[in-house]
């Protein structure tokens, strides 16, 4: 676990060979369009601009500092979510209870430490929908930490390709893999959500905790009509009424809905009826 973060927002991403002159405290590249967000450790300002030395374009936009526990917004001993008990690297030592199915997660700087709605009930629609059908081959969109592949993994699937189109997620996510010993069962591609729909189409079961857009984009595609259950959450309410019309005139049945305050949106889709 990290003391302190320091953030240094940038006008472009890095190249690999620039990261490996960033030095031991730092954490990660978070890409986000044409910018991207630097997490250290410890004050890097001085490394940063000896880069901007080499690039006379490279600017920083802004930067910040705060602990550890004000960035994640709570440091938990661990948490339960349905029949999964979350244990952070922070906490040493837990009795797990019978029943209860322990999950290794180090959260590090991106999302998925499940304190936000959407994370948990993708968890709650995780543990719903395996108690009732066999998932050999599971999609995780927008991997994040692999918080939700592990946890498909832990129910049984065989086979789960996370995905993620940000590096330092695929980076948390190999990490939180390796903690939990599913190197031989998960797989990591950094790649686009509505890019990888057409080479796994032949998935059991599609996750996507995603925006709204996203999502959007992934059920118009044709291959997508491929997929007989998913998982969809991210979404407001008024975004996920639109998804959940479109969604019914392709064929699917809404067999669960959860909402977080009426504000946050997850949703369990499945064509061909559904198992009670």
């Known amino acids: 676990m990290y003391s302190d973060l320091y953030i240094y927002w940038i006008n472009r ?17 978070w890409v986000e369009d044409d910018f991207s967000f630097l997490f250290f450790s410890e004050d890097a300002l001085k490394i940063i601009k000896k880069l901007m030395q080499k690039d006379s374009n490279l600017r ?8 550890y526990e004000q960035w994640q917004g709570e440091l938990y001993d661990s948490i339960q979510i349905d029949k999964f008990l979350i244990i952070p690297p922070w906490h040493k030592t837990i009795e797990i209870k019978d029943g209860l199915i322990p999950i290794s997660l180090d959260p590090g700087v991106v999302f998925g430490n499940c304190l936000h709605p959407s994370t948990r009930h993708c968890l709650n629609a995780i543990s719903w929908l395996l108690e009732r059908y066999n998932a050999k081959k599971v999609l995780d969109l927008g991997t994040g930490t692999g918080i939700l592949a592990i946890a498909a993994a832990r129910l049984g699937a065989e086979r789960i390709i996370a995905v993620d189109i940000n590096p330092l997620c695929i980076k948390t996510a190999n990490k939180n893999i390796v903690l939990n010993g599913l190197e031989d069962r998960i ?15 032949d998935a059991d079961l599609v996750i996507a905790n995603l925006s709204y857009e996203v999502i959007l984009k992934l059920i118009n595609l044709s291959d997508f009509l491929d997929i007989d259950k998913a998982i969809l ?25 959860w909402d977080h305050e009426m504000i946050w949106h997850t949703a369990m889709v499945i064509k061909g009826g559904i198992t009670t």
Do not use: P, V
């Open 60 to 67: 920083i936009l802004d930067h910040y500092h705060m602990t």
């Open 233 to 257: 959450s991210g979404m407001l309410r008024s975004q996920w009424a639109d998804i959940k019309s479109r969604l019914i005139k392709k064929g699917y049945d809404i067999a669960r809905e």
């Open 187 to 201: 797989e990591t591609i950094c790649a686009r959500a509505e890019d990888t729909i057409s080479q796994h189409r």
């Open 13 to 29: 991403a890095l190249t690999e060979e620039e990261e490996k002159s960033l030095g031991k405290s730092f954490i990660g590249n």
